[in-house]
């Protein structure tokens, strides 16, 4: 499949498709060669955002790069201010799906006898499903303020403490969000599913640090061998994918009104400061609000569900964050673009922002030792800590993976599952999941997923990322 694009290599783990027919520029992946192997199709998409209107750089990927919507699942591209575009495809349906890591004082022998008892707290605190809402029902008036205020509407309702705030990524609210591009459609199914954990790859995982790579920049993230973790994934919910599905129809119109033409109506997209561009852009960062949101709330219940099966007093801080990114997102940025200062728009869909060193973005205690990334893997393997590098600001406009990435779809893996206890074969490893469904296990089996190890290895090749430190589920929580 690779050889029909054309594939040269750049670096060790750093490949091109060079610039043909209508492509703008060219594109890169990022990937060790072994990985090469699986990309399949989503190369061709990665080659379609190539030729979008107004493209700096190149069109990327990263090694957890599989098929979405219009941009591949690990897609990365930055555009003109004037010239450029901007696309729902480009950030996709799940807007700001994204990953908090808190960290705890316990070591995991404090716990290691206690872990049913956490798993039936988690699984009873936390909403989780297909179309599932939660114990609160939001006003249309409150509805509003959560898409004006992020986290921070959550923290001022009792949801959490001032130093989550401080470790999420934008603090937690993306300013230029109004409520009014949403439609009533959106905000009712936004009403009550604020708290909730949604279905999918989504997930609320108590895990330990099993390794520590860099003992340093581990001590700067305040982590450690064998300390309890917990790791929230979760996103906008049905609000964010009804904001995505109403804009996607009003850009088709606008690329007929600005006479853009695409290789795949899935990148329909309209100029930047245009009333449409500008619209899209107003209801996203209300979106992106809702999930921050949305983390903040389900990083409440599950601190709560965890001292209430261990019995800890009530006010206690059992978890602290360490960080939250986001993952489906456009943002306004400066980079450096062949020697120059240049103001953007980067959409990273399924992929995550990996500032280096010394950005003002990072919060002041990480300043010094780039921004924390942080991988998920599988429910049946491993996730990753990392930090971002300066190569990531020269390669990549500070961009890395986002996770494993699929290599099997929701119905192959079912079809492969057959009569599988994949809760049993978890079990055998010293992994309790607890599941919304057993279809829901099924189609999340581990081997659905690429090894996020193998992903993460290409990272740290290009001189994106550096590991930190590698996480182990104890308890994994599933839609």
Not at 62 to 78: E, K, N, Q, T
Not at 177 to 192: F, I, M, Q, Y
Not at 233 to 257: D, L, P, T, Y
Not at 462 to 472: D, E, I, N, T, Y
């Amino acid at each position: 499949m690779s050889n029909q694009f054309n594939l040269t290599r750049i670096e060790e783990a750093i490949w091109e498709i060079p610039k043909t027919g209508n492509m703008r520029t060219s594109a890169r992946i990022i990937s060790t060669e072994k990985m090469l192997k699986v990309l399949g199709d989503s190369l061709k998409q990665v080659r379609n955002v190539a030729e979008l209107p107004g493209i700096v750089g190149h069109a990327l990927a990263m090694p957890d790069i599989h098929y979405g919507y219009g941009f591949p699942i690990g897609g990365v591209a930055a555009f003109d201010m004037d010239e450029g575009i901007i696309s729902p495809g480009g950030v996709g349906y799940d807007i700001n799906c994204g990953v908090r890591l808190m960290a705890s004082d316990f070591d995991y022998e404090e716990l290691k006898d206690k872990l049913e008892k956490i798993a039936t707290s988690l699984s009873r605190g936390i909403p989780a499903g297909v179309g599932r809402g939660g114990d609160l029902r939001l006003t249309v008036q409150e509805e509003r303020k959560v898409l004006e205020q992020g986290a921070a509407w959550a923290l001022e309702h009792g949801y959490g403490t001032g130093a989550d705030i401080e470790n999420i990524e934008e603090q937690g609210t993306m300013r230029g969000a109004d409520p009014d591009t949403v439609s009533d459609r959106a905000l009712k199914r936004g009403r009550d599913q604020l708290g909730t954990l949604g279905s999918g790859n989504h997930f609320v995982e108590l895990g330990i640090v099993e390794t520590v790579y860099d003992s340093r920049l581990a001590q700067a993230l305040g982590l450690r061998e064998n300390q309890v973790t917990l790791i929230i994934h979760s996103g906008s919910r049905g609000f964010g994918h009804e904001v995505c599905q109403q804009q996607i129809k009003k850009m088709k119109r606008a690329m007929e009104k600005y006479s853009i033409h695409v290789p795949d109506i899935q990148l329909c997209c309209a100029p930047i400061k245009s009333p449409e561009g500008q619209r899209y852009f107003s209801a996203m960062r209300c979106a992106v609000n809702y999930a921050f949101a949305n983390r903040q709330m389900l990083a409440h219940r599950a601190r709560k569900a965890v001292s209430e099966a261990l019995d800890i007093p009530k006010g206690t801080e059992v978890f602290r964050t360490v960080y939250e990114v986001a993952h489906n997102i456009a943002k306004i940025e400066e980079h450096e673009v062949d020697g120059k200062r240049m103001t953007l728009c980067v959409h990273r869909k399924g992929a995550t922002r990996a500032f280096g060193p010394g950005r003002p973005e990072i919060p002041e205690h990480y300043r010094d030792v780039g921004q924390p990334v942080l991988i998920p893997g599988d429910m049946g393997r491993y996730s990753y800590v990392l930090v971002g590098r300066q190569g990531a600001m020269e390669k990549t406009f500070g961009s890395t993976c986002h996770g494993a990435g699929r290599i099997m779809s929701r119905k192959e893996a079912t079809r492969r599952a057959g009569g599988r206890r994949i809760d049993d074969e978890l079990r055998d490893k010293g992994i309790i999941v607890r599941a919304a469904s057993r279809r829901g296990l099924v189609e999340e089996m581990p081997e659905a997923y690429k090894d996020v190890s193998d992903v993460v290895e290409a990272v740290e090749l290009a001189g994106l990322s550096a590991k930190v430190a590698r996480l182990r589920p104890l308890v994994v929580i599933k839609g």
